[in-house]
């Protein structure tokens, strides 16, 4: 079995969670996740199974996310899974006031992963360290947000406010959570996250840990083909001969192509609609060639 599974994660388990109960379903040992999600988050997490793992780095990165963000209360981890360590009062706090400095938010950011996360820090997770009473310089990173959207204002003593973002990989929303709080000078953090978009995969038409169970008992279940994943990728189609050299390791000439497409990945297929895999486009000796980064099949 190879190809994807657009999995609906619920709160409480992790992403190896997940993993480990689609490999017991699937009774299948090749098994990995794109975009690791927090417990408390739900959503769109998308497991690659049997070869389709090896697909997983040239998954578009983009993601989009529906998070409830409560001012007024700052936490340990930046969401309500932590230790409340400050609360105050925002009952005068206005969603007018709060708008402009949305703005500060988005397209290309510096942004502090929060303490309690996976990021390593001298050889050890970041969550790590704060079990274990350690601090640690956590290093600024860019990352990129491409729209906050306001979705529903709820005012009060602890007022909360719910937001659609993209943004690309890398992107803490418990870190926007918090840096809100922190501009606002009313502390915030991360009350509920539902990824809604990740890699090309939609909330709309997921599956549950449940009905993948059912639909594995009731011999139901497809994967998603492998070249559905792709689709952010241009695509190369080769005739016979030539796909044939491709899949054997070789590089070929690609055809009316210019040395603006070199380093460029693609995929590739065969004229008959199979897909081959993952091709790389390069220049050698005035020639523009494509060589084969990974060959899915046999």
């Known amino acids: ?14 992403s190896h969670d997940c993993v480990a109960k689609v490999r017991r379903f699937l009774r ?11 417990p408390l988050a739900t959503g769109v997490l998308p497991i690659a199974l049997g070869r389709a793992t090896r697909l997983l780095q ?9 998070a409830t963000i409560q001012l007024g209360v700052k936490t340990t981890t ?11 009062s925002v009952s005068g706090l206005t969603l007018e006031t709060i708008v402009p400095f949305l703005q500060q938010f988005q397209g290309k950011i510096e ?15 970041l969550y790590e360290l704060a079990r274990a009473g350690k601090t640690a310089e956590i290093p600024r990173r860019q990352v990129e947000v491409y729209q906050i959207e306001v979705l529903e204002w709820r ?3 602890l007022a909360e406010l719910d937001v659609a973002i993209a943004c690309g990989a890398g992107t803490y929303i418990r870190s926007i959570a918090r840096d809100l709080g922190e501009v606002l000078n009313t502390g915030g953090t991360l009350a509920s996250l539902i990824r809604t978009q990740s890699s090309g995969f939609t909330l709309d038409n997921s599956l549950s840990l449940e009905e993948l169970a059912a639909q594995v008992e009731a011999e139901t279940f497809t994967p998603i083909p492998p070249e559905a994943a792709l689709n952010h990728l241009e695509k190369v189609i ?6 044939r050299r491709w899949c054997q390791g070789q590089r070929i000439i690609y055809q009316d192509a210019s040395t603006d497409s070199v380093a460029n990945i693609r995929r590739v297929r065969h004229e008959n609609g199979t897909f081959l895999g993952i091709t790389q486009v390069i220049e050698s000796d005035g020639e523009v060639l494509l060589a084969p980064k990974m060959v899915f099949v046999d």
Do not use: C, W
Not at 6 to 13: D, T, W
Not at 78 to 88: F, K, M, N, S, Y
Not at 111 to 124: E, F, L, T
């Open 1 to 14: 079995m190879q190809g994807f599974l657009n999995l609906n994660k619920s709160a409480g388990f992790t």
């Open 238 to 243: 080769l005739a016979p001969d030539d796909a």
């Open 155 to 157: 005012p009060g003593e």
């Open 28 to 38: 299948l040992k090749r098994v990995g996740h794109g975009g690791t999600l927090d």
């Open 111 to 125: 942004q502090v992963p929060p303490m309690y996360s996976a990021i390593q820090v001298q050889g050890k997770r």
């Open 58 to 66: 040239y998954m578009t990165s983009e993601k989009a996310y529906r």
């Open 78 to 88: 930046d969401d309500l899974e932590g230790d409340i360590v400050a609360t105050a």
